[in-house]
């Protein structure tokens, strides 16, 4: 009845399995839908809080901020406190912070309430997965178990949106967190319920914690995230915040490293880096989540110039996630016979080179939505297969005792590349919106003798519909802004995209010149799951 310890099984007996992994689940999913709550709907977040998008954005970043930092010392927690009573305390805690979430509108208590969410989340997470590995009898439980939580990370924005954009539109933006309470304590109770009081993990004493790692952490990890989040409003080093800002990086990056390289006993043993095979797999993450931030464009696309609502544009998003559950089950397949890992690899990326570039080829400021099924299938069926490989790729390459030194390090390296992702979107879509509004708007007023013809058009329906003539002809120009607005976002969601295309391809060479990547075997038998995998 799954692992022993003191003498007791973790859950109770005549408890049947598929309870137990149905209450595993619930609480698994409550923990990822909170990751994205804040970005959900930016439109409502930003309107609710009298904030800006960066703002919304830095919201999510001072979550995922607090989970990657606080995996440093959260195994210590688990090990020491009897598992049962750490569900119940992240628990308690979760409800209250989302309570004190729905109760407030002052967006700098929001960042920090949702840091406090992140430290919390970290360790329901943690416990989700140790008791998931714990039920999955075979021997590649972990293999298995780790698929199918990065098959709900990927799925984590269309997820999120499609429970929250109803309850956005129905009710105030802050009855989100009072939803997510609701969705917490049905399933926190019946996984508190079916669990007897043991220790999963092996207890030891909770002394010498290494505190300052997580301050060095965190601090770092939030200053980073400021500078893409704000960088580009505040005009990089001209703004003094900035300035700062980096300077602080670097110098808790360097005091951070050296700690690391002196402490008897590391949060980090830098010694993984040794490793060939940790180098490319961390590339690898690394061009991973620069393709998985491009395609939140897609979302984007939907709403800004097909003009669909919030949820319309996520509910095409099944067809993603369908895709990444296909891909999940291919990866699975591969990961347990222990063979052809280039060729899922090169399979995966080749599906996602494929649907940026088909995508190309779609974006048009009128579309029909079927025209969009099967590329996003095909998308989630190459992020299903890459996403979990990479990942168990870089905890196979290091020792069993490194391994949660290697999954800190992932977590660094996933915060990091997420942040420059949102960072690169931002600064080339202002990029964009001035190059090709400057090329449009000439073209408009030198080579389109129709314009005034196209303004009478707009002028003329306007006014048929019983508006005055000059307060139609104002209209008319507005429209006119738009659809050069509109042109321009399209231009930029092509160029964008084609140097995502370009970057999958590049990635495609790289794996077909490593055949180390096949001779790898994924072993994650002696390594503990990872407290976190956002």
């Known amino acids: 009845m799954g692992k022993m310890t003191d003498q007791l099984p973790i859950f109770k007996a005549r408890i049947p399995e598929w309870l137990v992994i149905l209450s595993i689940f619930a609480v698994l999913l409550s923990s990822v839908l909170l990751f994205a709550l804040s970005t959900a709907d930016g439109t409502a ?20 901020a607090a ?63 140790n008791l998931l590995f714990s039920r999955l009898k075979s021997e590649h439980a972990k293999e298995t178990g780790y698929t199918i939580f990065y098959g709900m990370i990927l799925c984590v924005s269309p997820l999120t949106a499609l429970f929250s954009v ?22 926190a109770v019946l996984l508190f319920s079916v669990m007897n009081r043991v220790h999963l993990l092996r ?49 808790l990056f360097v005091v951070s490293i050296v700690r690391q390289l002196t402490l008897k006993r590391p949060a980090v043993d830098l010694s993984i880096f040794r490793s060939r095979n940790f180098a490319i797999g961390i590339v690898f993450l690394v061009i991973l989540y620069i393709i998985r931030g491009a395609f939140s464009l897609t979302s984007s696309y939907f709403i800004n110039v097909l003009g669909m609502d919030s949820l319309h544009a996520n509910e095409i998003m099944i067809f993603n ?27 995966g990326f080749v599906l996602l080179f494929a649907f940026f570039l088909w995508m190309c080829q779609l974006f048009a400021s009128e579309a029909g939505t079927a ?50 992702s949102l960072a690169f979107i931002n600064f080339y879509q202002l990029y964009f919106k001035g190059k090709h ?50 042109q321009t976002f399209l231009q930029f969601c092509v160029s964008y995209y084609e140097w995502i295309a370009v970057l999958c391809l590049l990635s495609i060479v790289f794996i077909a010149l490593q055949p180390i990547i096949s001779r790898t075997v994924i072993n994650l038998r002696g390594k503990q799951p990872a407290a976190v995998g956002f």
Not at 232 to 246: G, M, T
């Open 45 to 64: 977040a930003a309107g609710y809080y009298g904030a800006s998008a960066s703002d919304v954005q830095f919201s999510l970043l001072m979550f995922y």
């Open 321 to 347: 996630i369908a895709g990444v559950v296909v891909g999940s089950i291919i990866a699975i397949r591969f990961l347990i016979r222990q063979k052809h890992l280039r060729v899922l690899w090169v399979t």
């Open 166 to 187: 109803p309850i956005v539109e129905n009710f105030e933006y802050n009855v989100v967190y009072k939803a997510i309470i609701f969705c917490f304590l049905p399933s």
């Open 437 to 486: 509004g400057d090329d449009l708007r000439g073209g408009i007023t030198l080579l389109d003798f129709n314009l005034p013809e196209r303004l009478k058009m707009y002028q003329s329906a306007l006014s048929s519909r019983g508006m005055p003539r000059d307060e139609a002809g104002k209209v008319a120009v507005g429209l006119l802004n738009k659809a050069v607005q509109k």
């Open 67 to 129: 989970v990657a930092s606080f995996a440093v010392v959260e195994r210590r927690f688990f090990a020491r406190v009897v598992t049962k009573d750490y569900l119940l305390i992240c628990i308690i805690l979760e409800i209250l912070i989302a309570y004190w979430c729905y109760h407030t509108r002052e967006i700098w208590l929001v960042f920090t309430l949702r840091f406090l969410q992140g430290i919390v989340n970290c360790g329901l997470t943690s416990i989700s997965l």
């Open 203 to 251: 207890k030891t004493p909770l002394y010498k914690i290494d505190w300052m790692s997580f301050v060095l952490f965190s601090t770092m990890l939030v200053c980073i995230a400021y500078v893409l989040v704000y960088g580009q409003q505040y005009d990089w080093l001209d703004d003094a915040s900035i300035l700062y800002s980096i300077l602080a990086i670097l110098c």
């Open 371 to 420: 025209n969009f099924y099967l590329p996003l299938f095909l998308q989630g069926v190459g992020a299903g297969m890459v996403m979990s490989p990479i990942v168990m790729f870089i905890m196979s390459s290091v020792p069993d005792r490194m391994s949660q030194s290697a999954s800190s390090v992932g977590v660094f390296v996933r915060f990091s590349t997420f942040s420059l």
